[in-house]
């Protein structure tokens, strides 16, 4: 490790360190524009000159490998003046329009100018314009203010995997550029928003709507996917007004996908702010709390507790689950299910977890991926894979549907005779996952949302035992959730009790009237015709499908409402925090719970949240540690039964519009016309080359 002195401090590095690692190490500030922990190395702003002696000029720190026995300044007039010289440069064709620029307040060119740039100009010349490039519904650009870091490119490049920015140009005609002026077409792109140092890329939502200070920031996590990405929500008032990446090196690093970041506009549209009840004539009418806790009272005491049924949905909290189920158990009902997708999971805890970690991700040598696409998934954790892909090679092996997720795949086909075949070693990826060291598998829910769901996770678990996913020290067999609720209600065994009916069985039992009563907490994915014959209280915050079918609807409040606790998709326990009030008569979902079970005499003993969490933290230990993941001891799972000879397919066909808030949200509808007339627009160009 070489050791180095900066301003008379020495500092110790990692081999393969830069001299900015070193002076940061030391505690020293060094300015920069084109350099980023997570990209290449560019060295084109020279923003980052330091001194190094015996050196005949300034070097650039981020593209210096640091040495041992190196001296470096960073406080020299000649690094002073080399600074204020290329501040200079930058900013002689750079608009002067910092009061209508939404990067005003957060902009490191703003910043950096203050901090080591001169007091003056000496150029007179006029300064160039550059015309706006189209990037998608979600970027602005104005890109007479790009400074040519090349951050935009880099990321596109590298983390998102769509090489579709670049330069064209050269000297001062240089211009960055979508190449054919299409849309960005990644569910990462709008973290080039994050990336850029200056306004040239700010967001189109967003745009004039508010400035920094304006902003109360509140620290959360994210629902739109079982990923748990940190994020941090600013409002103004009661209204969120935008979604921003929080650093976790083991889940998001510091990014989030585009319907993380803009599907947030769908909290204001729709949404519930009080309790309706189904009327005589067949429509929903505006009712009191009383009023839909009478009606729902009356039901649920004629009804016996085996015609009573409660669904959690993809978005609940882990509170509000608990708080049902004691509900639910008081009521002495056992038919209860928090996989309203049918997914053939639950029980043995190493059977539905992320068991490598996402950060274990960057370990694996070899990757099987089984009824999924993590691209559309699980967008940031599919980045890790392709950076994996990049540095090692990897070969992924994909069953199931031939998509493009941004790194080289060996399609093996999309029946559930591959898998038989890799269990028997005559496919020809069985050697693949013999030669590796720590082979990883990634199984979805569009191979176990089947009806012999549980037969093919079977025979993923003996795949993983048979070819060392699962050893001393590794444990690579991998469940892709898309759902953020979903591991907390496994862990609370929010699934059917003994006798208990799963989410098909209450299809069949409300079909032949054998279902009374049925609680949707924010379901909004089920098959609500086959459930039409019962009665359905809906408690939720969108006027979304659940919502149309339901005979009460009672207002909840979204994620971004409520301090709330997920579990993501590995296991890790995250809490959330309320950074707005849900809008009108709607309440916290645990809540409302808490108020009709007293309504029915059958009080489920908690009071605020507080004794809620101490309740679940007592029936579950590790849901009180936060940001912890309790590792699963591997055991049997799995069904018995044949697989069937149907394709396997994935969960999601549709990345923008996934959930209520998200089916609500006119941005993200906004991008899925864009990228569906983009694909009109290639299979177009496409024919053309053919004929011609």
């Given at each position: 490790?070489?050791?180095?002195?900066?301003?008379?401090?020495?500092?110790?590095?990692?081999?393969?360190?830069?001299?900015?690692?070193?002076?940061?190490?030391?505690?020293?500030?060094?300015?920069?524009?084109?350099?980023?922990?997570?990209?290449?190395?560019?060295?084109?702003?020279?923003?980052?000159?330091?001194?190094?002696?015996?050196?005949?000029?300034?070097?650039?720190?981020?593209?210096?490998?640091?040495?041992?026995?190196?001296?470096?300044?960073?406080?020299?007039?000649?690094?002073?003046?080399?600074?204020?010289?290329?501040?200079?440069?930058?900013?002689?064709?750079?608009?002067?329009?910092?009061?209508?620029?939404?990067?005003?307040?957060?902009?490191?060119?703003?910043?950096?100018?203050?901090?080591?740039?001169?007091?003056?100009?000496?150029?007179?010349?006029?300064?160039?314009?550059?015309?706006?490039?189209?990037?998608?519904?979600?970027?602005?650009?104005?890109?007479?203010?790009?400074?040519?870091?090349?951050?935009?490119?880099?990321?596109?490049?590298?983390?998102?995997?769509?090489?579709?920015?670049?330069?064209?140009?050269?000297?001062?005609?240089?211009?960055?550029?979508?190449?054919?002026?299409?849309?960005?077409?990644?569910?990462?792109?709008?973290?080039?928003?994050?990336?850029?140092?200056?306004?040239?890329?700010?967001?189109?939502?967003?745009?004039?709507?508010?400035?920094?200070?304006?902003?109360?920031?509140?620290?959360?996590?994210?629902?739109?996917?079982?990923?748990?990405?940190?994020?941090?929500?600013?409002?103004?008032?009661?209204?969120?007004?935008?979604?921003?990446?929080?650093?976790?090196?083991?889940?998001?690093?510091?990014?989030?996908?585009?319907?993380?970041?803009?599907?947030?506009?769908?909290?204001?549209?729709?949404?519930?702010?009080?309790?309706?009840?189904?009327?005589?004539?067949?429509?929903?009418?505006?009712?009191?709390?009383?009023?839909?806790?009478?009606?729902?009272?009356?039901?649920?005491?004629?009804?016996?507790?085996?015609?009573?049924?409660?669904?959690?949905?993809?978005?609940?909290?882990?509170?509000?689950?608990?708080?049902?189920?004691?509900?639910?158990?008081?009521?002495?009902?056992?038919?209860?299910?928090?996989?309203?997708?049918?997914?053939?999971?639950?029980?043995?805890?190493?059977?539905?977890?992320?068991?490598?970690?996402?950060?274990?991700?960057?370990?694996?040598?070899?990757?099987?991926?089984?009824?999924?696409?993590?691209?559309?998934?699980?967008?940031?954790?599919?980045?890790?894979?392709?950076?994996?892909?990049?540095?090692?090679?990897?070969?992924?092996?994909?069953?199931?549907?031939?998509?493009?997720?941004?790194?080289?795949?060996?399609?093996?086909?999309?029946?559930?005779?591959?898998?038989?075949?890799?269990?028997?070693?005559?496919?020809?990826?069985?050697?693949?996952?013999?030669?590796?060291?720590?082979?990883?598998?990634?199984?979805?829910?569009?191979?176990?949302?089947?009806?012999?769901?549980?037969?093919?996770?079977?025979?993923a678990r003996q795949i993983a035992e048979t070819y060392g996913v699962v050893a001393k020290?590794?444990?690579?067999?991998?469940?892709?959730?898309?759902?953020?609720?979903?591991?907390?209600?496994?862990?609370?065994?929010?699934?059917?009790?003994?006798?208990?009916?799963?989410?098909?069985?209450?299809?069949?039992?409300?079909?032949?009237?054998?279902?009374?009563?049925?609680?949707?907490?924010?379901?909004?994915?089920?098959?609500?015709?086959?459930?039409?014959?019962?009665?359905?209280?809906?408690?939720?915050?969108?006027?979304?499908?659940?919502?149309?079918?339901?005979?009460?609807?009672?207002?909840?409040?979204?994620?971004?409402?409520?301090?709330?606790?997920?579990?993501?998709?590995?296991?890790?326990?995250?809490?959330?925090?309320?950074?707005?009030?849900?809008?009108?008569?709607?309440?916290?979902?645990?809540?409302?719970?808490?108020?009709?079970?007293?309504?029915?005499?059958?009080?489920?003993?908690?009071?605020?949240?507080?004794?809620?969490?101490?309740?679940?933290?007592?029936?579950?230990?590790?849901?009180?540690?936060?940001?912890?993941?309790?590792?699963?001891?591997?055991?049997?799972?799995?069904?018995?039964?044949?697989?069937?000879?149907?394709?396997?397919?994935?969960?999601?066909?549709?990345?923008?519009?996934?959930?209520?808030?998200?089916?609500?949200?006119?941005?993200?509808?906004?991008?899925?016309?864009?990228?569906?007339?983009?694909?009109?627009?290639?299979?177009?160009?496409?024919?053309?080359?053919?004929?011609?």
């Open positions: 490790m070489p050791k180095l002195t900066v301003n008379d401090v020495e500092v110790e590095v990692e081999d393969g360190s830069t001299v900015l690692h070193a002076c940061e190490a030391a505690g020293v500030e060094v300015p920069r524009f084109c350099y980023h922990d997570r990209l290449s190395i560019a060295g084109n702003c020279r923003m980052c000159l330091v001194d190094m002696e015996r050196a005949p000029k300034p070097v650039a720190s981020c593209a210096m490998p640091a040495g041992d026995g190196m001296v470096i300044r960073t406080d020299t007039d000649r690094v002073k003046k080399a600074r204020e010289g290329v501040m200079e440069f930058l900013l002689i064709n750079h608009p002067l329009d910092c009061p209508i620029c939404d990067q005003g307040g957060e902009c490191d060119l703003q910043d950096q100018a203050m901090g080591y740039g001169h007091d003056g100009s000496r150029f007179e010349e006029n300064k160039r314009a550059v015309e706006n490039k189209h990037m998608g519904p979600l970027i602005s650009t104005v890109m007479t203010r790009c400074i040519h870091c090349t951050r935009c490119v880099r990321f596109a490049t590298e983390v998102a995997g769509v090489p579709e920015l670049g330069a064209i140009g050269r000297g001062e005609n240089v211009e960055i550029t979508t190449y054919l002026e299409k849309n960005l077409a990644s569910e990462l792109s709008a973290n080039v928003i994050d990336l850029c140092p200056v306004g040239a890329l700010t967001s189109r939502p967003y745009a004039f709507t508010a400035r920094p200070w304006e902003l109360n920031k509140t620290e959360s996590i994210d629902v739109m996917d079982a990923v748990g990405s940190n994020i941090r929500v600013d409002a103004r008032g009661s209204q969120v007004m935008r979604v921003l990446p929080r650093l976790h090196e083991d889940v998001n690093e510091e990014w989030i996908s585009d319907k993380t970041r803009y599907a947030i506009d769908g909290l204001r549209r729709q949404r519930l702010d009080q309790p309706y009840l189904r009327g005589a004539n067949g429509s929903l009418h505006p009712a009191s709390w009383d009023e839909a806790f009478k009606a729902m009272a009356t039901k649920i005491k004629k009804a016996k507790s085996s015609t009573i049924a409660a669904i959690a949905g993809d978005q609940a909290d882990a509170e509000s689950m608990f708080a049902l189920k004691a509900m639910m158990q008081r009521l002495g009902v056992a038919n209860i299910d928090c996989r309203q997708d049918g997914a053939k999971i639950g029980g043995s805890r190493a059977g539905y977890l992320f068991n490598s970690t996402i950060a274990g991700i960057d370990d694996a040598d070899a990757l099987l991926i089984i009824g999924s696409n993590p691209r559309e998934e699980a967008a940031v954790l599919n980045a890790r894979i392709r950076r994996n892909w990049l540095a090692s090679g990897m070969p992924v092996g994909v069953v199931g549907v031939d998509s493009d997720l941004t790194y080289d795949t060996k399609h093996l086909g999309d029946d559930t005779a591959v898998l038989a075949a890799i269990l028997n070693g005559s496919n020809k990826f069985s050697n693949v996952l013999k030669r590796a060291k720590r082979p990883m598998i990634i199984i979805g829910m569009g191979a176990l949302s089947r009806d012999d769901g549980a037969a093919v996770l079977a025979t020290g590794w444990n690579g067999f991998n469940v892709l959730h898309n759902a953020a609720a979903r591991v907390g209600g496994l862990d609370m065994d929010f699934i059917p009790g003994k006798g208990g009916l799963d989410i098909e069985a209450m299809y069949k039992a409300a079909e032949s009237k054998k279902l009374d009563f049925v609680w949707l907490l924010g379901a909004d994915e089920v098959d609500m015709d086959r459930l039409g014959n019962a009665f359905i209280v809906y408690q939720g915050h969108h006027g979304d499908k659940g919502a149309h079918g339901a005979d009460v609807v009672l207002p909840g409040a979204a994620y971004t409402e409520k301090d709330g606790i997920y579990v993501n998709t590995e296991g890790r326990v995250q809490y959330a925090n309320r950074a707005a009030f849900p809008p009108g008569e709607a309440k916290e979902d645990w809540t409302i719970i808490r108020a009709f079970s007293g309504h029915i005499n059958k009080s489920i003993g908690m009071d605020n949240l507080t004794e809620v969490r101490n309740a679940l933290y007592e029936a579950y230990p590790h849901f009180a540690d936060s940001d912890a993941i309790e590792s699963a001891k591997w055991s049997k799972f799995g069904g018995r039964g044949k697989m069937d000879a149907s394709p396997i397919t994935n969960s999601i066909d549709n990345f923008h519009m996934t959930c209520a808030i998200s089916r609500a949200s006119e941005t993200m509808a906004e991008c899925r016309k864009a990228l569906l007339d983009d694909n009109v627009d290639d299979v177009a160009m496409s024919s053309t080359v053919a004929a011609e």
